[in-house]
Structure formats: C-alpha cells, structure tokens
Nanobody
C-alpha cells in the first residue's frame, strides 16, 4: 500500500513562488508515475505535472500547458520524494493540490482516474 503525504501549500501573492513536496511511503518496486493534480471549487480535478519513478536513471516529466515554463517537477528517489516548484504564480493557480501515483508506466498519463494512490491535498491560494 502506497501512502502519499503532501506539504508546502499556503497563501501567496501573484508572481510569488511556492514549493510543494510529496513523500511516498510503501512505494512499490518497478516503474511508475508520480504526479500532481489540482482541483478548484466547482471544477474537475486537472492534471498539472508528472514524473516517472523507478526503472533506472532515465526519466520523463510532463506538464499541462497552463503551467509549462512556470512549474518544475522533480524527484529524489533516495528520499521517495517528489517536489513541485511553482513560480510566477497566478490567481488561476488557486486550488487544492493533490499528489498522486500509479505503479505502472505505459507512457504519458493525465487522467486522474488512472492514478491509484492519492494524498490528502494541500491548499494553494494566490491573491491578486
């Protein structure tokens, strides 16, 4: 059983930066994906970024168009941690951010329904 715990949310102003962290315990062996999704009130959960885990040094990362160039996802395999560095934040980035994981990899995956493991979420609020 994989457990994910997020941290790092908060209230910031437009243009500020924030870093979210997700620590995974009980990570299964093999190659999978860890990602970040977000959900604002009344909206569907949307893909933000993802990065592969396991399977050696080579890895792949992916971003939604809305955050590409502003957000950076990275991983520390030794610490079972994935971070999301968010720069140049905008009010439309306001949402609850969720860490998610799936224990297999068949290529790019942005559908929330395909991720089996989820954290509890952390609130990010960007004021204008």
């Amino acid at each position: 059983q994989v457990q994910l715990v997020e941290s790092g949310g908060g209230l910031v102003q437009t243009g500020d930066s924030l870093m979210l962290s997700c620590v995974a315990s009980g990570r299964p062996s093999g190659r999978g994906i860890m990602g970040w999704f977000r959900q604002d009130t009344g909206k569907e959960r949307e893909f933000v970024a993802a990065i592969t885990w396991g399977g050696g040094v080579e890895h792949y990362s992916d971003y939604s168009d809305s955050v590409k160039g502003r957000f950076t996802i990275s991983r520390d395999s030794a610490k079972n941690t994935v971070t999301l560095q968010m720069n140049t934040l905008r009010p439309e980035d306001t949402a609850v951010y969720y860490c998610a994981a799936k224990s297999d990899y068949f290529g790019r995956e942005t559908r929330a329904s395909e991720y089996r493991y989820w954290g509890q979420g952390t609130q990010v609020t960007v004021s204008s």
